[in-house]
């Protein structure tokens, strides 16, 4: 045993609860071999990979491999309307796939079904899970995220796949590490962080709902990210590991504010002041709701295809009346309705969609559209998704998301440009401690050694 490995083993950067992968299609691009190779030898891992970096492709051609190694067939759990995708996908990459939401594995290698169908399964007869757009989980209510948790605890390989991985919530990588098997959230705040609410990394909650304010511990910063790179990797470009970037090159995103005059003043006020408090927020969101709409609709009038993103269903109803040629896609949609729209849309037979980042924002490919419309909230996950299903790899024009808010509303617009920044630190954190890990597993991680002055001289 070379130091290298003995450290890799110290530092538990080998799991190896996994097997020796047999199968790698010739599709893959370098980078996304490499990371299927790894995530097989794992067993159970993560692939936070970007965007349009072909996490698709990646679970496909783990799930062949477990596939191979148990006999049994595997399933793909996706959120709602994207299952039609990766089996298309799936079939263009020679992949055996099929759907199924009775509750039988479907006659194919990979048992594609959504979230919400899961608990017509019997998890004894797949040999592994694969949870696309994993990170669209904590979005579940607790009932359903018990389903899913109890799924995944009672199959032997598993594998979550989502393009942000907790871009500003650490406690999605303790709760990721738990569904996976290994240290859970409160093992991981308690080993790696402490309770400060005078330097908040993030905020928590207790059993009881108490709010409870965490941050890193001085000394755990770096071994903290190693623990998270034993059982993930992250990714933004292929580059990040060391690869070429051909192809993989984003085009320019443009995101203009727009800031609402209101016609009705407040009635605790003669100005137009940034709303203090979630009670303030939702009064000036009630206030401005149809000045907000209109202009919103104003903004999509010309556009072939759009998503107009809303969070309220009177924003919702309302950009429906607004927009021509817009369908609304609601809440109280059945399970089939909401599929059937974003499949419409999808296929371009929806002009402008109308719906919220928690109904549509996750693991769709809508390359074929580049605009849409964007009232801020507190989420900065929900934005990023939203945003990314039509700016990603792949997309061939510019795009344009007009940011719509108000005088009341610059502070929540100010806390989600924060939240955008203390993501990309987090996520560039990430992806440099997943390329040491991958550094020491290809066996060429060196320690630049620095001679003492005293002795230099």
């Known amino acids: 045993m070379t130091y290298a490995e003995f450290l890799a083993r110290k530092a538990q950067l080998a799991n190896a609860g996994g097997f020796a992968p047999t199968v790698i299609p010739d599709h893959l691009y370098p980078f996304q071999r490499e990371l299927v190779e790894w995530s097989v030898r794992e067993g159970r891992a ?58 039988r594995p479907a006659d194919a290698a990979i048992t594609v079904t959504n979230y919400e169908q899961l608990e017509k399964f019997d998890p004894a007869q797949f040999g592994g899970v694969v949870c696309d757009e994993s990170s669209a989980i904590k979005a579940f209510d607790g009932t359903r995220r018990a389903i899913i948790t109890e ?27 738990e569904a996976l098997g290994g240290l859970g ?44 790179s034993t059982w993930a990797r992250a990714i933004r470009r292929p580059s990040d590991y060391g690869y070429d970037d051909a192809g993989m090159v984003l085009p320019a995103l443009r995101e203009p504010i ?7 003043a407040r009635a605790d006020t003669l100005f137009d002041v940034p709303a203090v408090g979630l009670r303030d927020e939702r009064e000036e969101t009630r206030r401005t709701l149809t000045e907000r709409c209109e202009t919103a609709a104003a ?25 021509d040629g817009a369908v609304e896609l609601s809440g109280s949609d059945s399970v089939d309705e909401k599929e059937a ?49 039509m700016w990603r790899f792949g997309q061939r024009h510019d795009v344009t ?10 502070a929540v617009l100010a806390n989600l440009h924060r939240k955008a920044t203390q993501a990309d630190r987090m996520f560039t954190a990430l ?27």
């Not at 928690?358 to 945003?387: D, V």
């Open 258 to 264: 727009t800031v609402v005059q209101a016609r009705s």
């Open 46 to 103: 993560a692939l936070f990979a970007d965007c349009g970096l072909g996490k698709t492709p990646m679970e496909l051609a783990w799930a062949r491999n477990v596939h191979a190694q148990t006999g049994k067939p595997v399933m793909l759990l996706t959120p709602l309307a994207v299952g039609f995708q990766i089996v298309t996908e799936a079939h263009k990459f020679g992949a055996d796939a099929a759907l199924s939401r009775n509750g």
């Open 185 to 228: 959230h409160m093992d991981m705040l308690t080993r790696f962080f402490i309770n400060d609410a005078r330097s908040v990394s993030f905020r928590g909650r207790t059993s009881g709902g108490k709010s409870i304010d965490w941050r890193l511990k001085g000394h755990a910063e770096a071994p903290f990210w190693r623990w998270v």
């Open 431 to 457: 992806v440099a401690h997943m390329r040491e890990a991958l550094d020491v597993q290809r066996g060429d991680y060196d320690i630049p050694l620095e001679v003492p002055a005293w002795l230099a001289s």
């Open 401 to 410: 998301v007009d940011v719509i808010t108000t005088e009341g509303g610059r």
């Open 299 to 323: 903004k999509l009038a010309d556009a072939e295809r759009a998503v107009a993103w809303c969070h309220l269903n009177d924003e919702s109803t309302l950009l429906a009346k607004l927009i």
């Open 341 to 389: 729209k974003l499949a419409a849309f999808t296929q371009g037979e929806i002009r402008v969609l109308v719906t919220k980042p928690s109904l549509g924002a996750w693991g769709l490919n809508w390359q074929h559209a580049h605009r849409s419309t964007y009232f801020p909230s507190h989420s900065y996950e929900q934005y990023y998704q939203a945003i990314r299903r």
């Open 151 to 177: 799924f995944m605890r009672r199959t032997p390989y598993r594998l979550l796949g989502t393009a942000t991985a907790a871009p500003n919530d650490y406690i999605e990588l303790g709760t990721s590490s």
